[in-house]
């Protein structure tokens, strides 16, 4: 009995972390027949990966810095994501206003020539020379600029296709676990997780895999009990959200006086995104907060390019991430590469630990793939690399047009916005909740601003939630419409919900059962 238990308790590869990375690693791997346990001490996408300025982009400005190979990567996994997570990320034009006495207008094409050449573009536009017009957002004084293509995201709910894509191939996800112990053994790798209770379980793999983002250093000192193969620089970087500032489709990339550029992004229908700071940061990751003077810069910024002037009362919401960065010892926050690297080491070619430095959200998968390569070299059995052309959950349809018609014939009750929000947020993933519905009535409750009862539920089953926050701000973006009354209605509903699934065996933290969970428990 006791040997039954220890080998269902046996993994090939344990991943440690629940952002876009380690969710990244995870599906690959698992895709690759790698039995794979991924433990996250919060909720997915809870720190970086829910806190980017939302893009899948080659990123301009880093052609400044000389990141050529990074630039080339990043727009080439550009177009693979958008094959691939289609109700997700989708194609944004951007405009920069020229303002001559920043950047000359050659240096801007010449980085727009080498943007739109690259890496091979299939579905974007390329880039142009554009004059405003008296209709232009921007001020009258800003005649000239450019014009390109990117792409935004969901950053929160790319995390939560991957995990789902990573459970689809057979990998156990825990959530509010957190890895307290890892050290090796003659069987490899014997780790104690402990989750959010305070119970402890413990767990063997012969491969881990740190991808723990900013706590990716502090992970070898508090657990593995050793030194950090490489440094890293950790910067912050805020956003704020305000009511929509203006009413066309494109997003603005904004030069400012000290060098740096700030997005504003149309974001959710109704507000315009505006970010991002780089702030070099020395505390806790899990601590993070915008402060005035990032508010302030924000705002100025904006308020330096468009008619339309804001105020920081205004801001519907803020965040802030901390971006685990490689200490390449640039003098500047803003200069510190995005690129990224792994270390990897073992004991006489076993038990090896993988751990990832960087990275970008547009690069994940690439590092995914990479990773998975270096640690496929310890499983000769795993097969080929498979995620370039894997379709997210979710993304299985010719397009968004087409679906949105599609559910509109299935559920003509529905209004067209949440007919929207579905297709964005989910793809053919809201058919699991909205099928066998034939009015609002099977919806149940509204909880506020179209948040049906079946859709939380949904959430809380089968994509991992467990607060209010993580329904409101990382599966969906409904915090900024939701009143404090209907957040705590919400949020005493969710309480209720989740008593019931650990009566019915099911567990609410980690999505599995009871049973499952006691299996995995050494006897």
């Not at 909720?43 to 630039?71: C, M, P, Q, W």
């Not at 910067?235 to 740096?260: C, M, T, W, Y």
């Not at 995005?338 to 590092?367: H, N």
Request: hydrophobic share 40%; proline share 4%; with cysteine.
């Amino acid at each position: 009995m006791q040997a039954a238990a220890e080998q269902k308790n046996i993994y090939d590869l344990l991943v440690i972390g629940g952002g876009v990375n380690g969710t990244g690693i995870a599906a690959d791997a698992a895709g690759r027949g790698l039995k794979v346990l991924l433990c996250e001490m919060n909720d997915l996408a809870s720190a970086t990966s829910s806190n980017s300025s939302k893009l899948i982009h080659g990123g301009l400005r880093y052609l400044e810095y000389y990141e050529f190979r990074l630039v080339r990567e990043a727009l080439a996994e550009r177009e693979v994501l958008l094959k691939n997570a289609p109700h997700i990320i989708s194609p944004l034009r951007f405009q920069l206003p020229h303002r001559p006495h920043l950047r000359p207008a050659w240096m801007i094409r010449a980085g727009l020539f080498l943007y739109d050449n690259l890496a091979k573009r299939a579905t974007l536009a390329k880039s142009e020379s554009i004059k405003f017009s008296d209709f232009s957002p921007l001020k009258s004084n800003m005649t000239k600029g450019f014009e390109y293509s990117d792409a935004k995201v969901d950053d929160a709910r790319l995390v939560i296709c991957n995990a789902l894509a990573a459970q689809q191939q057979g990998a156990d996800i825990l959530v509010q676990t957190k890895c307290v112990q890892a050290k090796r053994d003659p069987k490899g790798w014997c780790v104690v997780l402990q989750d959010s209770a305070g119970k402890q379980t413990t767990v063997y793999a012969k491969a881990v895999a740190n991808a723990a983002g900013p706590w990716v250093a502090s992970l070898f000192k508090d657990v593995l009990h050793s030194e950090s193969p490489k440094k890293i620089r950790l910067v912050k970087g805020s956003h704020i959200i305000v009511p929509r500032i203006h009413s066309q489709p494109q997003a603005f990339i904004l030069q400012n006086e000290d060098g740096r550029i700030v997005f504003v992004i149309p974001y959710e229908d109704n507000f315009s995104l505006i970010g991002t700071t780089d702030v070099e940061y020395l505390g806790d990751p899990s601590a993070v907060s915008i402060d005035q003077q990032e508010t302030d810069y924000l705002v100025d910024v904006c308020n330096a390019h468009f008619k339309q002037q804001i105020t920081a009362s205004e801001i519907v919401s803020s965040y802030s991430g901390v971006r685990p960065l490689l200490n390449d010892e640039s003098d500047s926050a803003q200069a510190v590469t995005r690129d990224y690297t792994f270390e990897i080491e073992d004991i006489a070619g076993k038990s090896p630990l993988l751990s990832v430095f960087g990275g970008k959200i547009t690069t994940y998968r690439k590092l995914s793939e990479a990773a998975v390569n270096k640690l496929c070299e310890y499983f000769p059995q795993a097969t080929k690399p498979w995620t370039k052309s894997a379709v997210l959950p979710g993304g299985d349809f010719a397009s968004k047009p087409a679906l949105q018609q599609q559910l509109q014939k299935q559920y003509p009750w529905l209004e067209i916005d949440l007919i929207n929000r579905y297709v964005r947020s989910y793809g053919t993933l809201c058919q699991k909740f909205l099928s066998n519905t034939t009015s609002y009535t099977d919806m149940g409750r509204d909880f506020g601003a179209g948040l049906y009862q079946l859709e939380i539920d949904y959430l809380l089953q089968h994509e991992w939630a467990c607060s209010v926050e993580d329904v409101l701000w990382r599966r969906t973006k409904m915090g900024m419409y939701l009143s404090v009354e209907q957040c705590a209605e919400l949020d005493l509903y969710i309480g209720t919900a989740q008593s019931t699934l650990a009566q019915s065996q099911l567990s609410p933290v980690s999505g599995h059962c009871e049973e499952h969970l006691a299996q995995q428990q050494v006897s």
